[in-house]
């Protein structure tokens, strides 16, 4: 039905960037609310950040003025930029869309595979 597929994870040094996308594939009638959520090991998955459908955005608090959250609608895909990275950021990052299937039907969730960032020296 609905598969979504991420990519831009990989091994950076503290203070460096990387960007983060997701794209959704299938059939379906629209995508609602996107998300990035990530964790670290031993750790529960906690949101970093999300975006509606018209564009309002939230973060957690351990990431504002860092990270910024974009979306593509005509794409189907999420971004995720992220700025002035530290090793506490190193998590698997995972995206997580609001999905229709049909239109009168009711919203699904449905998540990426993860994405593996590492900020280390």
């Known amino acids: 039905q609905v598969q979504l597929v991420e990519s831009g994870g990989g091994l950076v040094q503290p203070g460096g960037s990387l960007r983060l996308s997701c794209a959704a594939s299938?059939?379906?009638?629209?995508?609602?609310?996107m998300g990035w959520y990530r964790q670290a090991p031993g750790k529960q998955r906690e949101l970093v950040a999300r975006?509606?459908?018209?564009?309002?955005?939230n973060y957690s608090d351990s990431v504002k003025g860092r990270f910024t959250i974009s979306r593509d609608n005509a794409k189907n895909t999420v971004y995720l930029q992220m700025n002035s990275l530290k090793p506490e950021d190193t998590a698997v990052y995972y995206c997580?869309?609001?999905?229709?299937?049909?239109?009168?039907?009711?919203?699904?969730?449905?998540w990426g595979q993860g994405t593996q960032v590492t900020v280390s020296s």
């Open positions: 997580k869309f609001g999905v229709q299937l049909i239109i009168t039907g009711p919203l699904y969730d449905y």
């Open positions: 299938g059939t379906f009638f629209s995508i609602y609310t």
């Open positions: 975006i509606t459908r018209g564009g309002s955005t």
